[in-house]
């Protein structure tokens, strides 16, 4: 094969394969706004707010408690707007008064036992009114590490977004400099030469 005809051929292919990238990259930039946006816009409708700087200097051991101070306070005052806040208020602020609430027990056998009570009992009011909060903390949870699975899978998106314009800018400057090559390259020019074993005559 003439090495121009390859040179050829082997920088078309990587214009080829700088379109796809391009076209990868730009998608999952697409991708990646839209999740970012999305759950940006989604916990901003939820409009809540971490404690205050002053209640994690204080911790009561009610509403804060000594265990939220090293991760939750990082956020103090602050509108719950990230999927790293999310992670942060869903496990380490909900996640605690919800085994204070439940003593450690889930939504479905803290209404078993609800269940198991005489209706209109106070025992049961009680029980079944400690049975809701936590269904509706543990929904609440579950909707914050929600959006927190999105905002990582969109920050995955980013990277793979920043690999794919990288390298489909090296394949451009591969691609220029094939296309180069086979502008200097002779015509006749063939990839792999033929060598004369030794001894050969060679005539004219």
Request: aromatic content about 8%; some cysteine; glycine content about 10%.
């Amino acid at each position: 094969m003439r090495r121009k005809v390859f040179d050829m051929l082997a920088s078309v292919g990587g214009v080829v394969i700088v379109i796809v990238l391009a076209v990868a990259g730009s998608l999952l930039l697409v991708g990646y706004n839209f999740a970012n946006n999305y759950v940006r816009t989604q916990l901003a409708e939820q409009q809540i707010t971490f404690p205050t700087a002053a209640a994690f200097a204080h911790p009561d051991g009610q509403e804060i408690t000594k265990s939220m101070i090293p991760s939750v306070s990082q956020y103090a005052g602050q509108q719950l707007l990230t999927g790293a806040q999310a992670e942060v208020y869903a496990n380490d602020f909900i996640a605690v008064h919800l085994h204070n609430i439940g003593g450690g027990k889930t939504y479905a056998q803290l209404s078993a036992a609800a269940m198991a009570l005489p209706k209109g009992s106070p025992a049961y009011t009680a029980a079944e009114a400690k049975a809701q909060t936590v269904f509706q903390g543990t929904t609440l949870r579950g909707l914050l590490l929600e959006a927190y699975g999105f905002s990582l899978i969109a920050a995955i998106a980013l990277w793979c977004a920043i690999a794919a314009l990288c390298l489909a800018g090296v394949m451009a400057v591969l691609v220029g400099l094939g296309f180069a090559h086979a502008h200097r390259t002779g015509d006749d020019e063939e990839l792999l030469p033929a060598h004369t074993s030794p001894g050969t005559l060679v005539t004219a």
